[in-house]
């Protein structure tokens, strides 16, 4: 594709008109439920995933168990988007498998006016990043941020060649085919991610499922220490400062900083490579690869006995079982957490090092393909959504009348 060349070439001095997505689609239904005569697959918020944009789980409802939002008919081809918490860009595209099911009236159905729209066209313009800054501006509520549908079928959008259906729809359906690609792209490196993980998880349940007997097994206070971070008051977290400060809200995610200019014990800092372990909300272990922050007092750093234990080998010894961890030794209702007591008693295998080497060897391999953000998977995931994106604003980057900006 030639960049700018190429959308010059498509849209061929065509005119362009911009209308809102009321303008560009149908009016839609709602079940009766007093003539209902059969079940329905009801699409509930929580049916689309919002990572994969597709209905994932749906419950079979009939008129006498119906939720009352479940209201609204779909058809194939429509879009939904969900209204409540829009920021989150809950939608997809209903295929043939929920034609003629419900969903709540927490969706706003988007039915295209197929004589003029395709409905992958709104289908991509609802993915785009101007429809979600116009979202973001037109929602209210803080608790519970929606935006109705109304304000939704207000967006606008371009249509090219209006004058002429069928050259519109040829030019819509090119730009689709281009998406599409990028997107297909995209889902078979995430399925083929997923697969790896169930790999990676495989193999880490052979190879540190040692038999009692087999190997020497040592509480895990025995061959590690584990110390605490810093717990902070509100006004010494800061904007902007000398420390960027990691909490169990941006362990996995690397982002939402704050800062603090404390200077504090060196143990209350972690550095490059150094092995960390969310004890509260968000659980499990990581090998910090960033520059020297100061860790919260939800996070332990986890100095290990190297003459008893690899660093990486302990990694991934506490990221096994995770889900066995916190049911044996969670505890509290709204932010579940782990006692440093409790977990120091727990039993861990300690094979030879040379044995640990291997096992780390396999191990860190499966680890850096599944879960890396520097190579891998995850990486190749990364680039190809950056590169759909840069090419979906670049085949949405239509003439914009200063209506359409404001």
Same mark, same amino acid.
């Given at each position: 594709? /030639?960049?700018?060349?190429?959308?010059?070439?498509?849209?061929?001095?065509?005119?362009?008109?911009?209308?809102?997505?009321?303008?560009?689609?149908?009016?839609?239904?709602?079940?009766?439920? %007093?003539?209902?005569?059969?079940?329905?697959? $009801?699409?509930?918020?929580?049916?689309?995933?919002?990572?994969?944009?597709?209905?994932?789980?749906?419950?079979e409802?009939?008129?006498?168990?119906?939720p009352?939002?479940?209201?609204?008919?779909?058809?194939?081809?429509?879009?939904?988007?969900a209204t409540?918490?829009?920021?989150?860009?809950?939608?997809c595209?209903?295929?043939?498998?929920?034609?003629?099911?419900?969903?709540?009236?927490g969706?706003?159905?988007?039915?295209a006016?197929?004589?003029e729209?395709?409905?992958?066209?709104?289908?991509?313009?609802?993915?785009s990043?101007d429809?979600? #800054?116009?979202?973001?501006?037109?929602?209210?509520?803080?608790?519970?941020?929606?935006?109705?549908?109304?304000?939704v079928?207000?967006?606008?959008?371009? *249509?090219?060649c209006?004058?002429?259906?069928?050259?519109?729809?040829?030019?819509?359906?090119?730009?689709?085919?281009?998406?599409?690609?990028?997107?297909?792209?995209?889902?078979?490196?995430?399925?083929?991610?997923?697969?790896?993980?169930?790999?990676?998880? $495989?193999? %880490?349940?052979?190879?540190?499922? &040692?038999? !009692?007997? +087999? *190997?020497e097994?040592?509480?895990?206070?025995?061959?590690?220490?584990?110390?605490?971070?810093r717990?902070?008051?509100?006004?010494?977290?800061?904007?902007?400062? !000398?420390?960027?400060?990691?909490? *169990?809200?941006?362990?996995?995610t690397?982002?939402?900083? $704050?800062?603090?200019?404390?200077e504090?014990?060196e143990?209350?800092y972690?550095?490059?490579?150094?092995?960390?372990?969310?004890?509260?909300?968000s &659980?499990?272990?990581?090998?910090?690869?960033? +520059?020297?922050?100061?860790?919260?007092?939800?996070?332990?750093?986890?100095?290990?006995?190297v003459?008893l234990?690899?660093?990486?080998y302990?990694?991934? @010894?506490?990221?096994?079982?995770m889900?066995?961890?916190?049911?044996?030794?969670?505890?509290?209702?709204?932010?579940?957490?782990?006692?440093?007591?409790?977990?120091?008693?727990?039993? @861990?295998?300690?094979?030879?090092?040379?044995?640990?080497? %291997?096992?780390?060897?396999?191990?860190?391999?499966?680890?850096?393909?599944?879960?890396?953000?520097?190579?891998?998977?995850?990486?190749?995931?990364?680039?190809?959504?950056?590169?759909?994106?840069?090419?979906?604003?670049?085949l949405? /980057?239509?003439?914009k009348? #200063?209506?359409?900006?404001?």
């Open positions: 594709m /030639s960049n700018v060349n190429f959308f010059e070439r498509l849209l061929d001095g065509v005119t362009v008109e911009w209308k809102t997505l009321g303008d560009v689609t149908q009016p839609t239904t709602n079940i009766k439920w %007093r003539e209902a005569n059969r079940s329905y697959q $009801y699409i509930d918020l929580t049916s689309v995933s919002i990572e994969a944009k597709a209905i994932i789980e749906t419950s409802i009939t008129s006498s168990n119906a009352s939002r479940a209201q609204k008919l779909v058809k194939n081809g429509d879009v939904i988007f409540t918490r829009p920021a989150q860009q809950r939608y595209l209903i295929d043939d498998a929920y034609d003629s099911e419900v969903a709540s009236t969706y706003c159905i988007l039915r006016n197929r004589a729209v395709l409905p992958k066209w709104i289908l991509y313009w609802i993915a990043a429809f979600k #800054e116009y979202v973001e501006k037109n929602q209210s509520g803080s608790a519970y941020p929606a935006i109705s549908d109304a304000k079928k207000d967006f606008k959008i371009p *249509v090219p209006p004058e002429n259906s069928k050259k519109s729809l040829e030019i819509q359906a090119e730009i689709v085919r281009i998406l599409d690609a990028f997107t297909e792209l995209t889902s078979e490196l995430t399925t083929e991610l997923s697969v790896r993980k169930k790999q990676y998880n $495989y193999y %880490r349940d052979q190879l540190l499922s &040692f038999e !009692k007997g +087999k *190997v097994w040592k509480p895990l206070g025995e061959v590690c220490r584990l110390i605490n971070g717990a902070y008051k509100q006004p010494e977290l800061l904007e902007n400062g !000398k420390y960027p400060v990691l909490r *169990v809200g941006n362990f996995f690397n982002g939402n900083w $704050y800062y603090s200019d404390l504090l014990d143990n209350k972690c550095d490059n490579g150094d092995l960390l372990y969310a004890w509260s909300a &659980f499990g272990p990581k090998i910090w690869d960033g +520059k020297k922050v100061i860790y919260h007092y939800h996070i332990w750093k986890v100095i290990p006995d003459s234990v690899l660093k990486n302990l990694f991934h @010894v506490l990221a096994w079982d889900d066995s961890v916190k049911s044996e030794h969670g505890t509290g209702s709204t932010m579940m957490h782990i006692g440093k007591g409790s977990i120091e008693k727990r039993l @861990v295998p300690v094979p030879s090092i040379n044995e640990q080497a %291997r096992i780390v060897e396999i191990l860190d391999n499966f680890e850096a393909l599944t879960n890396s953000n520097t190579e891998g998977l995850p990486r190749e995931i990364e680039l190809r959504q950056k590169q759909y994106a840069y090419y979906r604003d670049l949405f /980057s239509f003439p009348p #200063e209506e359409v900006e404001a």
